[in-house]
């Protein structure tokens, strides 16, 4: 697998964890996408392992109902590290409060041991 490839691909099932509507899908989602010890921060929080970072998914399809985590252009990485860009996309009207940009870091098995995530946009803050 090219490493082109390889960071398309942990992105994408990243992006399933973040989009999965179902308790269930987004539990196994986040089992599958991530390490046991995997973490997640961002300016909002810092999640360790699999419970953690389920409920930070969780909570955030809580806040935006009917919307979905989308890749904002291309994927960049070199060998176990990739970052890209994502916005928040009301599923009806195609708005996007919110964006962000994620470097990830990956183990030998292409899951994720580390997301350090920034907000580029949130709404009623001007950012």
């Known amino acids: 697998m090219t490493a ?4 398309d691909a942990a ?5 399933e964890a973040w989009n999965a509507d179902d308790a269930q899908a987004r539990a196994k989602a986040v089992t599958d996408v991530w390490t046991a010890d995997g973490r997640y921060t961002d300016p909002l929080c810092d999640a360790v392992g699999h419970e953690a970072i389920t409920a930070v998914i969780a909570a955030a399809r809580e806040q935006f109902p009917g919307f979905s985590f989308r890749p904002a252009g291309p994927v960049d990485g070199h060998h176990d590290t990739a970052r890209f860009s994502w916005e928040l996309v009301n599923d009806v009207g195609g708005s996007a409060p919110v964006a962000g940009s994620d470097v990830i ?3 030998a098995e292409d899951r994720i041991r580390a997301v350090y995530g920034f907000l580029d946009r949130l709404p009623g803050t001007g950012v």
């Open 4 to 7: 082109a490839h390889r960071h």
């Open 11 to 15: 992105v994408a099932r990243y992006f």
């Open 105 to 107: 870091t990956l183990d």
